[in-house]
């Protein structure tokens, strides 16, 4: 049965020189859509990506995640967006990342796409009119 995933990878800076995608790919058959990424000057960082693949081959990918001592979180947080409460502000729009939320031009009409959000939180946190909140 082929799963598709949205994940959270964690790691230190052991891990940055690794070739971990390309390993998940050719060692496991999975493939993996990077969604973001970031890595701090220190090397540590956190990479969000979806991941398509059979059930025992995410299986075996998450096992040689974990091994290499990469944390795995599911992506289970939702972030929902309460129109009857936006102000049509646009600010969220601004900080999206992924465009989930956009503003519609001539109309200036704020939309928000669930498909493309990573779950950022950048909307929560500026939202003047908390018309954007976080469901687990």
């Known amino acids: 049965m082929t799963v598709c995933k949205k994940v959270v990878l964690r ?3 052991k891990i940055v020189e690794k070739p971990i995608i390309y390993s998940l790919i050719k060692d496991y ?11 701090n000057p220190h090397k540590e960082g956190y990479l969000v990506m979806e991941v398509t693949g059979e059930n025992d081959q995410y299986a075996a990918g998450v096992e040689y995640l974990n091994s290499l001592g990469i944390s ?5 947080e939702k ?8 102000m ?4 969220c729009t601004g900080l999206c990342p992924t465009h989930a939320l956009k ?3 001539p109309s200036m009409q704020v ?3 669930g498909d493309k959000c990573i ?3 950048m909307c929560v946190k500026s939202c003047p009119a908390k018309a954007v909140e976080l469901h687990f």
Do not use: H, T, Y
Request: aromatic share 8%; hydrophobic share 45%.
């Open 103 to 105: 503003m519609s031009r």
């Open 119 to 121: 779950v950022c939180e």
């Open 88 to 91: 049509q502000c646009g600010l």
């Open 111 to 113: 939309s928000f796409d």
């Open 72 to 76: 795995i979180d599911a992506l289970d």
């Open 29 to 39: 058959g999975l493939i993996p859509n990077i969604i973001k990424a970031d890595i």
């Open 79 to 86: 972030v929902a967006w309460i129109e009857d409460r936006c």
């Open 11 to 13: 790691f230190d800076s």
